[in-house]
């Protein structure tokens, strides 16, 4: 079975600049997560995707922040404009689907982006 | 909402000896808690979930508890091996009920052999 697939693996962008992630799920996976998890801090969530619906985005910086997942499957995450403090790796999960309480996240290795 | 602490950033320990980490959470009593691996360069990995009603899991080598009179999970692996050396997370619904998980900072564990 495939697993959560993310790229690019590495961002190097100046402040100020946009940036698009992007993250296909594992397949049949409804559930799908966007996390920002800084040096030395764990997993923020920034926006969870029920199919292609948003089910909480309370801790996204809307302002600058941007994500869709138009058909239900894949996802992009974009950051217009950067700043320095959006260092960071940019994780994707997936999971079944939400309902059952507890049920298990599968994330992808990430998007190391760094800003300059 | 939640906020989680695990309250040891960092733990070495000699290969063969049980390594216990510690979880603990404020306000509400989460309906579960999981607990997650991750290597450097990946993305965390699911090992354990332990619900409200349940004092103790096991898999293995691994063993969690959760005590909600204490608000707290203990992670323990026994006979530890340096390959057991990862940075381990736990992770609680953000809000009662059924929501997203939010995460500790992690407890990086160093095996030394």
């Known amino acids: 079975e495939a697993g959560v697939a993310q790229s690019p693996r590495y961002k190097i962008i100046e402040k100020r600049q946009s940036v698009a992630f992007w993250c296909n799920p594992i397949s049949g996976h409804a559930t799908l997560y966007w996390y920002q998890q800084i040096l030395g801090q764990g997993p923020k969530l920034l926006i969870q995707f029920q199919n292609n619906g948003v089910v909480d985005d309370s801790q996204l910086p809307k302002d600058r922040f941007s994500a869709e997942r138009l058909k239900g499957v894949d996802s992009t995450l974009k950051i217009q404009p950067a700043k320095l403090e959006d260092s960071a790796v940019y994780l994707c999960?997936?999971?079944?689907?939400?309902?059952?309480?507890?049920?298990?996240?599968?994330f992808g290795s990430g998007t190391q982006l760094s800003v300059l | 909402s939640q906020k989680i602490e695990q309250n040891s950033e960092a733990l070495n320990i000699q290969e063969g000896k049980t390594a216990t980490l510690t979880c603990n959470y404020t306000n509400y009593s989460p309906a579960y808690l999981q607990w997650y691996r991750q290597d450097p360069g990946r993305g965390p990995v699911f090992l354990l979930l332990?619900?409200?009603?349940?004092k103790e899991k096991r898999k293995e080598r691994l063993k969690v508890t959760f005590d909600t009179t204490l608000k707290q999970s203990l992670f323990h692996i026994t006979a530890s091996q340096p390959a057991d050396s990862a940075t381990y997370l736990c992770?609680?619904?953000?809000?009662?009920?059924?929501?997203?998980?939010?995460f500790g900072k992690g407890t990086r564990l160093s095996v030394i052999a």
């Open positions: 999960a997936s999971s079944l689907a939400q309902g059952l309480k507890g049920e298990k996240l599968f």
């Open positions: 332990i619900r409200e009603n349940e």
């Open positions: 992770a609680l619904p953000l809000h009662s009920g059924n929501t997203p998980l939010v």
